[in-house]
């Protein structure tokens, strides 16, 4: 029996994989690896795909000084920049979105966290998406605090968006003005508030295969089950734009070690996934089963249409998971 083989029926039988061996499974036969963990997918998520789209409803001149981000004031990039968008443009879209068959909608705002008065203006705009449509309703507001993530819950918001971004060894290297701790507190101050948070990070930022393992295994210790995977979209004039381009064989073999550690997530392809060659397919044959879908904050994403064909051919059915 291999090692990869072994390591399947440990996750089968509900025991978790350890930090030693997610090491050694990163290394394992490609093929072997992703084969194992479509099965673990089958096996805990069955055919189930969570696809959701993102509304950047506040653009730009963001304080912190993330090294990837095109909306960091820290970076000469050129993004556009408005205010908080108001009430009928978002219902707009969170309209067009329901229509496309995209059960839901999240609503995103640039900065280290959005002001109180903004969370009260965006309350009332989440209680009119939810009286005039069936779309769930998921926020990314930043480093809120648990009073307001309580206002967003009473106005009819299920999730909060929160990445890490990266392993806590790694992070600093990614941002100095804020700290993975604060990005823990966030997360736990929304679980307390009772909303479902949706956590992940970017891979391609100069971490380690460690570095991903280790940012999983925190994931599993905030018992996340929502987990976006991006991929880095260098963008021109962020200190990252050189960066390598990730392969698509390397986001396979990501995807597939993060299904052996987080067995019954929904791991969400995110950002970058249109510059792989085939936007993502082979990774949801590899232990993926949830995508954004649409555009991303700054960039070009794939359209819902494509996408909802996609799953169809894939033997997917959409359908709203870990609430």
């Known amino acids: 029996m291999t090692f990869v083989e072994e390591l399947y029926n440990q996750v089968l039988e509900g025991r978790p994989v350890t930090r030693e061996q997610a090491l050694k499974l990163y290394d394992q036969p490609l093929?072997?690896?992703?084969?194992?963990?479509?099965?673990?997918?089958?096996?805990?998520?069955?055919?189930?795909?969570?696809?959701?789209?993102?509304?950047?409803?506040?653009?730009?001149?963001?304080?912190?000084?993330?090294?990837?981000?095109?909306?960091?004031?820290?970076?000469?990039?050129?993004v556009m920049e408005y205010p908080l968008l108001d009430t009928a443009e978002?219902?707009?879209?969170?309209?067009?979105?329901?229509?496309?068959?995209?059960?839901?909608?999240?609503?995103?705002?640039?900065?280290?966290?959005?002001?109180?008065?903004?969370?009260?203006?965006?309350?009332?705009?989440?209680?009119?998406?939810?009286k005039e449509?069936?779309?769930?309703?998921?926020?990314?507001?930043?480093?809120l605090d648990e009073k307001n993530f309580r206002k967003l819950k009473e106005a009819g918001a299920c999730r909060v968006h929160n990445n890490l971004e990266a392993s806590q060894n790694f992070f600093p290297k990614v941002c100095t003005s804020h700290t993975f701790a604060d990005k823990v507190a966030a997360i736990k101050a929304a679980k307390a508030a009772g909303l479902t948070v949706c956590s992940g990070g970017i891979m391609g930022l100069g971490e380690s295969p460690e570095d991903r393992i280790d940012m999983a295994l925190s994931l599993r210790e905030l018992d996340i089950h929502s987990v976006p995977i991006n991929m880095l979209n260098a963008?021109?004039?962020?200190?990252?734009?050189?960066?390598?381009?990730?392969?698509?064989?390397?986001m396979r073999r990501i995807v597939a070690v993060y299904r052996f550690i987080l067995p019954d997530a929904s791991i969400?392809?995110?950002?970058?996934?249109?510059?792989?060659?085939?936007k993502g397919r082979s990774c949801f044959l590899s232990g993926a089963n949830a995508a954004i879908s649409g555009d991303m904050l700054t960039t070009s994403g794939i359209t819902m249409e494509t996408d909802m064909k996609l799953l169809k051919e894939l033997g997917y059915e959409a359908k709203r998971c870990h609430d």
Do not use: W
Not at 108 to 129: F, M, N, P, Q
């Open 268 to 278: 969400r392809l995110a950002g970058g996934r249109g510059l792989l060659p085939d």
């Open 235 to 250: 963008i021109p004039g962020t200190p990252m734009e050189h960066n390598r381009r990730l392969t698509n064989e390397d």
């Open 133 to 143: 449509t069936n779309i769930a309703v998921c926020v990314s507001f930043g480093l």
């Open 31 to 78: 093929e072997e690896l992703t084969e194992k963990a479509n099965k673990i997918r089958k096996h805990f998520c069955q055919n189930n795909f969570d696809i959701c789209t993102i509304v950047n409803a506040k653009s730009g001149r963001c304080s912190e000084n993330c090294r990837f981000c095109a909306q960091s004031a820290h970076n000469p990039t050129h």
């Open 90 to 130: 978002i219902l707009k879209h969170a309209k067009i979105n329901e229509s496309q068959g995209i059960l839901r909608y999240s609503i995103v705002t640039s900065g280290r966290k959005l002001s109180d008065a903004d969370v009260d203006k965006v309350c009332e705009t989440i209680r009119t998406i939810r």
